[in-house]
């Protein structure tokens, strides 16, 4: 019988080539975003690359009740991938409250719940995985979009630990660091004009690149993926430089 992936955020970059290699693989796919019509567009792709089922479920993860009523469509997964996220930059002081709320709900709160809720099942069956998307901001705050580079450390801590107390269980937690990735995410940020984007100063990968080093990482039941280099030599230099430095540049980066 062919495993069951729930992919949130699929309908495009990172999650959309998520999908693909899962339906390459042969999975039943969960496909879940806001846009109905382009779901079933992905569907429609997906479907053309597999012959295990492809289901849709339009959900609005900025929304508390969500991942209640997509557990309650699907009540188990074999694989758990929570991709769907977004950014937003400017000063704290003046950006909007509500997208800043709705962020924290998406790419925090939503995923700890989807997380909670499927978890059991897997370890009902000593078997499963999850993959949970944070990125090089993960590592260091980020002045200029200090919600969305919190969200995302919260994202790394939270999945380092509960990797660490599932070892042995037979169910696996990655998460996927990515750095700067060629998607929708950075008009949707609007942080195309930032240095860090526009002069390209830690690379661009694609989101096939980056979906690929994750899929193989969760397989592989690794703790942590960063894909790429650059991202790592970046990861590591942020480590052994004084905070204040790291402040003042992740800044320089973040301004345009
Ligand atoms: N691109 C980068 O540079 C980069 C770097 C590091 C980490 N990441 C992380 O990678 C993940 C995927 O990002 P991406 O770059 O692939 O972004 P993307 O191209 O903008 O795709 C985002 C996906 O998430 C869905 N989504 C957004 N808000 C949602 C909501 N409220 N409820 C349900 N689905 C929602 C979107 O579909 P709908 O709009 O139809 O809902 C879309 O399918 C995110 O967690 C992001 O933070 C990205």
């Avoid at 053309?48 to 469509?73: K, N």
């Avoid at 999850?130 to 919260?154: C, D, E, H, R, W």
């Avoid at 990515?178 to 690379?203: C, H, M, S, W, Y």
């Amino acid at each position: 019988m062919s495993q069951t992936a729930l992919i949130t955020g699929a309908t495009a970059g990172i999650g959309y080539e998520l999908a693909r290699l899962f339906a390459g693989d042969g999975y039943e796919l969960v496909l879940v975003a806001r846009d109905a019509a382009r779901l079933e567009r992905v569907a429609a792709e997906m479907q053309s690359l597999s012959h295990a089922a492809v289901r849709v479920i339009p959900a609005d993860l900025s929304q508390p009740q969500a991942p209640w009523f997509l557990f309650e469509q699907v009540r188990a997964a074999d694989c758990l991938v929570n991709n769907a996220g977004f950014g937003l930059c400017g000063p704290f002081a003046s950006n909007d409250l509500r997208q800043e709320l709705d962020m924290i709900q998406v790419n925090v709160t939503s995923l700890v719940h989807l997380t909670k809720l499927f978890l059991p099942g897997m370890l009902e069956r000593r078997a499963g995985r999850v993959l949970n998307v944070a990125s090089t901001a993960a590592f260091q705050p980020g002045p200029l979009m200090a919600i969305y580079y919190a969200s995302k450390a919260f994202v790394l801590s939270f999945t380092e630990a509960i990797a660490e107390e599932l070892r042995g269980t037979g169910v696996t937690v990655t998460t996927l660091c990515p750095g700067p990735t060629a998607t929708e995410f950075q008009k949707r940020a609007r942080i195309e004009n930032t240095r860090l984007v526009r002069d390209k100063l830690l690379g661009m990968m694609s989101a096939r690149q980056a979906a690929e080093a994750g899929y193989r990482g969760m397989m592989r039941g690794q703790v942590l993926v960063v894909p790429g280099v650059m991202n790592r030599v970046g990861v590591e230099s942020v480590r052994l430089a004084p905070r204040a430095l790291v402040r003042r540049l992740t800044r320089k980066l973040q301004e345009t």
